[in-house]
């Protein structure tokens, strides 16, 4: 009698136990514990490491990763992008050629910005600089069109974090790869080293935007690098030069343009273009549709070098010995 008593009560406590979904050839445990496809994930954690594995099961807090001699929990807090092992879909990442889109959650100005800092890069070139963002792990870079005017290759320092916190590099003769003057915006094409790993960003919708929604800027002005500011959104379709612009509070001086607009989920809404100088809160951002219509169409954008308006510098000539002329 006791023994029956016993197991009824042993069968009652494993049955109320929240169950472990068991490793499956060809399937994981999607976010509601059903069972989904691409098995194999790699994990990009927020201090630079990341985590391949088969994703066993995973919840709102915790994704368990089987990385063949050991089961890990994977706080989803210390995710900064899950994708499958093929670089596609998972976990809310869409991955275009270009840029991706991914489901974040919502992080404070500091959290965000130690996550996403390194995918933000300065800019020099011979006539000044500015800032930009990687927007694909191959070296692909957006900026602002006159921050690379009249220019064909430009130097970019990167921040990726080591031992001992930022290592900036730069990399030398970066090509600039496409220009939309019209949207001030333009592409550049980094060969990144074999030893450099480039983070990138995500894109967000920045038609759902609203007023006073909470935004912050990284980027290089007057060249000190790395400086984060924050403010709000005050028009989200504010016109001129034939464009409409999110005015916002957050702080741009010369050496923003080019750099991020990132919303609390870390997500590139925007692009820092310009200021009313001597005056406070009056600053503006290109919204990141115009951003992605213009990474998908690059093709049409290309520089032509043999173009005299498309950024070569032509020298005069010489003038004839004696000629005076």
Known sequence: MVSAMLLATLAFLFSAQDPI???????????????????VES?????????QGRVLRSTEQTIFLDVGYDVLKVPMAAVVRRESADGGKSGGIVREKLWARAELPERSVA???????EAVV???????????????????IVTNFHVVEREVEVDVVVYPVGKNGFEPRTVRKCKVAAINPAMDLAIVKMEAPADLR?????????????????VYAIGAPIGLDRTVSSGIISVT???FEGRCHFQITTPINPGNSGGPLFNLRGEVVGVNSSTYRGFQGLNFAIPAKYVIDFLQN?????????????????????????SGK
Not at 127 to 135: D, E, K
Request: aromatic letters at 6%; one cysteine or more; proline letters at 5%.
């Open 21 to 39: 979904v068991a490793p499956v050839a060809g399937v994981v445990a999607g976010p509601t514990g059903a069972l989904t496809a691409d098995a």
């Open 43 to 51: 994990l990009d954690l927020g201090n630079g490491c990341r985590l």
């Open 111 to 117: 959290e965000g910005s130690k996550l996403m800092g």
């Open 122 to 140: 300065k800019i020099e070139a011979a006539g000044g600089q500015g800032s930009g963002f990687v927007t694909h792990a191959d070296g692909w």
């Open 198 to 214: 480039l983070k990138s960003v995500y894109l967000g919708d920045s038609d759902g935007m609203e007023v006073g929604a909470t």
């Open 237 to 239: 379709n504010r016109t």
């Open 298 to 322: 690059r093709d049409a954008f290309v520089l032509d070098t043999t173009r005299s308006e498309n950024g070569v510098h032509y020298l005069p000539a010489p003038k004839k010995p004696g």
